[in-house]
C-alpha cells in the first residue's frame, strides 16, 4: 500500500530519534521488494543458493541502511535510495560472474523462458508482455546492461519513474524510453526464444 513521502519521513525521524520499532515498519514495507530484486540478480547470475543468499543479503542491506540512516536526507525517495544500498551490496560481495553467458544461453536452451499458457499478466505499463514468475526475473536477467537495471528497479522494485531516473542519474524521459525497450527485448525474445545481444551478468 502506498505511503506519502511525509508519512515515510515522519517514521524514519522516529527511528532515528530512537524507536527501534518504527524501524521495523520500513523493514515490513520493503522487504519483499528488497529479496525479489536480489533474488532476481543472484539467480540469473549463476548464485548457487540464490534464495538463501538473497534473504541474507536482505538483512545485510537493511542492517546497513540503519547503520546509515543519519545520512538520508529528508524529502528524499526512502525506497531509491535503499535499492542503491542494495545495488552496491550485490556488487561488493558478489562482483561479477564468469559463469553468466553460459547459464543464460543454458536457460533458452531448457526454455525458461517460454510463457505459460493461461498466465495473468505481470504490468506496470499496458506494454509490459505477458509474463510471470520465474520466466519475468530470468528475462530481464538477460536484458542488455542498460534496459536491465532499469526494467528490475521499476518492475521488480516496484519504483516510479521519478526513483528510477534518480538512483541510475538519468532523465525520467530516458528512463521511460529504456522502460519500452526493454519491454520490446523481452517480448521479442520469448517470440524467438533468443536471448538479446550483448546481455551481462551484474553490473
Request: aromatic share 8%.
Amino acid at each position: 500500500m502506498p505511503v506519502s513521502p511525509e508519512l515515510e519521513d515522519e517514521t524514519i525521524r522516529r527511528v532515528l530519534s530512537g524507536d527501534k520499532e518504527a524501524y521495523r515498519v520500513l523493514v515490513l514495507r520493503y522487504s519483499p521488494r528488497i529479496l525479489a530484486f536480489c533474488r532476481s540478480r543472484l539467480e540469473a547470475s549463476g548464485v548457487r543458493d540464490a534464495d538463501d543468499e538473497a534473504k541474507d543479503l536482505a538483512q545485510e542491506v537493511f542492517i546497513r541502511a540503519y547503520v546509515s540512516l543519519h545520512r538520508f536526507r529528508e524529502g528524499e525517495s526512502f525506497a531509491a535510495w535503499l535499492f542503491a544500498i542494495a545495488a552496491n551490496r550485490i556488487k561488493s560481495k558478489f562482483g561479477f560472474f564468469a559463469r553468466q553467458r553460459k547459464l543464460e544461453e543454458s536457460a533458452i536452451n531448457a526454455a525458461m523462458l517460454a510463457p505459460k499458457e493461461g498466465s495473468g499478466s505481470y504490468s506496470g505499463a499496458s506494454e509490459l508482455i505477458r509474463i510471470q514468475g520465474e520466466a519475468l526475473l530470468r528475462g530481464i536477467a538477460l536484458l542488455p546492461k542498460d534496459l536491465r537495471m532499469p526494467m528490475e528497479l521499476y518492475y521488480i522494485g516496484e519504483l516510479s519513474v521519478a526513483e528510477t531516473a534518480k538512483l541510475l542519474k538519468l532523465g525520467q524521459e530516458a528512463v521511460k524510453t529504456r522502460l519500452f525497450r526493454g519491454r520490446k527485448a523481452l517480448k521479442e525474445m520469448l517470440e524467438s526464444r533468443k536471448p538479446p545481444r550483448n546481455s551481462g551478468g551484474i553490473q
